[in-house]
């Protein structure tokens, strides 16, 4: 998931449980911690990976840990000691390199740090691109796809009628909310009180209020529970594809996110999974082996892999060009307003645009603050 790292604020909380995973390894070997974001079948694709290197490499061995989470916190403010040697982080997060203490790759890295229509960055290895959103759907549940929200909520009634959810998301999130408001406009993360973001707060809202989406959906609305029959329909993203299809096999259906309107598309973000190094020493004692990862996982053989096996899209693909800047320090700033505004909807309250900007504000003085 794009915002596949869950900043919910910018305080000095803890980083969830991490569940280890990759083989055993020789107590003589030295063990590089890899903490990435990935769940449930595409962990184990990564689980896969890992030990297909670490078969070539017995004396440096890579541990994957998932189940990643970072609260509020950024790493520089936790504990050196458990610093890992690597991440995978997406794009939105690049913006923190400073705070996460991200080592800038040597020049000579170049040959897998730069890819055609891949935004490259000095601190990360490209591994990922896509994230984007689409619309599932339980094809036992569904009669037709609906083009338009419209359309969707013509369907609302027959299938509250049948104990069915119309649709579902993790509704205060972002990462899903930010289609809706580009439908309305552009989205500027620098202001947030717009009438543009009173226009989709406004509709966004609407959906919640005439029950076609439980304001309360969290990340199980989208996976487990829509898995179990309970909802039509999902917003979710590639990375859930083939979790979905595993769990629905014939049932699962796939299709772009309903138009707003005629003309009026509903257009998803991408991002870029990149390969990052925040531990110096460990870096600077193990740059050939890190480098050696670097290269397996961006490689063509894996990267077919990752699509045919997982739906992922490759960066060695040649697919559009990609936007470059869009991982600003400010734009993260902007999620964390964004997600705390959307929180608000339920509880009714007005003003939410000037309360989000109100929030930005503090948080870019804090950043004053501490520099």
């Known amino acids: 998931m794009s915002f596949l790292f869950n900043i919910k ?3 000095f909380g803890a980083i969830a449980c991490f569940l280890a995973w990759g083989s055993p390894v020789s107590a003589r070997a030295q063990t590089l911690i890899f903490w990435h974001n990935q769940t449930g079948l595409q962990a184990r694709f990564v689980e896969k990976l890992i030990a297909e290197f670490n078969a070539k490499h017995a004396h440096t061995q890579i541990r994957g840990e998932t189940g990643l989470e970072l609260e509020s916190s950024l790493l520089s403010r936790i504990d050196p000691g458990v610093r890992p040697d690597l991440l995978l982080i997406p794009s939105d997060m690049m913006g923190l390199s400073q705070d996460l203490r991200l080592l800038q790759l040597p020049a000579d890295w170049d040959p897998i740090s730069k890819r055609p229509g891949i935004p490259s960055d000095p ?4 591994i990922l691109r896509g994230n984007q959103l689409l619309l599932f759907y ?3 549940l569904v009669n037709s796809v609906p083009a338009t929200w419209a359309d969707l909520k013509m369907q609302q009634e027959k299938l509250k009628s049948a104990g069915v959810h119309t649709i579902g998301w993790p509704f205060a999130e972002p ?4 289609p809706f408001l580009r439908a309305f406009g552009s989205f500027d993360p620098d202001h947030l009180d717009s009438p543009t973001m009173e226009l989709a707060l406004d509709f966004y809202r609407d959906l919640a209020v005439h029950g076609l989406v439980p304001q309360d959906c969290g990340l199980d609305c989208n996976t487990s529970r829509f898995y179990r029959g309970e909802f039509a329909f999902v917003i979710s993203g590639d990375w859930q594809i083939a979790e979905a299809k595993a769990k629905l096999k014939g049932d699962f259906g796939m299709a772009p996110l309903p138009q707003m309107s005629e003309g009026r598309p509903l257009v998803s973000d991408e991002a870029i999974q990149y390969l990052v190094f925040p531990n110096k020493k460990n870096f600077e004692k193990n740059k050939k ?8 996982l961006s490689s063509v053989p894996v990267q077919n892999r990752w699509q045919q096996r997982m739906n992922r899209v490759p960066v060695v693909s040649s697919g559009r060009p990609l936007p470059g800047n869009f991982a600003r320090r400010r734009s993260v700033y902007a999620w964390i307003a964004l997600q705390k505004g959307l929180q608000l909807i339920k509880s009714g309250k007005k003003g939410i645009p000037l309360e989000m900007q109100n929030q930005l504000e503090i948080l870019k003085r804090s950043e004053g603050q501490t520099r």
Do not use: D, M, W
């Open 9 to 11: 604020t910018l305080g």
């Open 123 to 126: 601190h990360g290895v490209p």
């Open 138 to 140: 339980n094809k036992r």
């Open 289 to 296: 082996v890190l480098r050696q990862f670097g290269e397996y």
């Open 175 to 178: 990462y899903y909310f930010i």
